[in-house]
Nanobody, 124 residues
Framework: QVQLVESGGGLVQAGGSLRLSCAAS????????MGWFRQAPGKEREFVAA????????YYSDSVKGRFTISRPNAKNTVYLQMNSLKPEDTAVYYC?????????????????WGQGTQVTVSS
């Protein structure tokens, strides 16, 4: 059973930075894709970024490209989301997700494993 535990959320002023962490456990993830999604109040959950566990290729939504960086240091079962130049519209609950296939899909229902979420609030 895959377990994902996020940490690192909080309150930050616009223009600031936060780093989210996702600790993964429960199996070998070499064929997996790891991702971050977010959900703001009253809105649907949306794709933010993803990384292939093997090879490290990354993918980003247009809204965060150039500001956010997803990474997975070698030999660690942890995925990070470095968020810079934060904007009030980045305010949301951020979820870590895992998908047991190498193809990156932006639809939330295609991802089988989820963390509990961590709140990110950006004040103006």
């Amino acid at each position: 059973q895959v377990q994902l535990v996020e940490s690192g959320g909080g309150l930050v002023q616009a223009g600031g930075s936060l780093r989210l962490s996702c600790a993964a456990s429960g199996r070998t993830f070499s064929s997996y894709v790891m991702g971050w999604f977010r959900q703001a109040p009253g809105k649907e959950r949306e794709f933010v970024a993803a990384i292939r566990w093997s090879g490290g290729r990354t993918y980003y939504s247009d809204s965060v490209k150039g500001r956010f960086t997803i990474s997975r240091p070698n030999a660690k079962n942890t995925v990070y989301l470095q968020m810079n130049s934060l904007k009030p519209e980045d305010t949301a609950v951020y979820y870590c997700a895992a998908r047991g296939e190498s193809q990156v899909v932006v639809t939330p229902r295609a991802w089988g494993y989820w963390g509990q979420g961590t709140q990110v609030t950006v004040s103006s």
